[in-house]
């Protein structure tokens, strides 16, 4: 009787068609719908974006099925095209926005 080596402890990768199944299924788990903020959490972020004098902020946004954090310094805040620009051009849009804190 001969042995299967390291075949039998690795039963889920057996196939391509199975491992590329799996990554897919991993990824859609991962996947986090667009979260609803209240009115509370709005009027939060309106104030702090209202009030802003070059603070560092926290700021939580939602964009590729993910939610994203950075903590950074606003380069500009542009109402007309509601959004925000930090450093080195990134972008972040209002209705991305989750959460906004000083820190």
């Known amino acids: 009787m001969s042995e299967r080596g390291m075949k ?16 897919k299924l ?21 104030e702090i974006l209202v009030n802003y004098h070059g603070e560092e902020l926290l700021i939580e946004y939602w964009r ?4 994203n954090a950075v903590s950074s310094i ?6 007309i095209n509601k959004k ?3 450093p080195l051009r990134k972008t972040i849009y209002f209705s991305e926005l ?3 804190e000083r820190i």
Request: proline share 6%; glycine share 0%.
């Open 84 to 86: 925000i620009v930090l």
């Open 8 to 23: 039998k402890w690795a039963p889920y990768k057996s196939l391509n068609e199975q491992e590329d199944y799996l990554k």
């Open 98 to 100: 989750i959460r906004i």
């Open 64 to 67: 590729n099925e993910k939610i």
């Open 26 to 46: 991993h990824k859609k788990q991962e996947i986090i719908e667009r979260p609803r903020i209240s009115s509370d959490e709005a009027d939060n972020i309106n």
């Open 74 to 79: 606003l380069s500009k805040i542009d109402p």
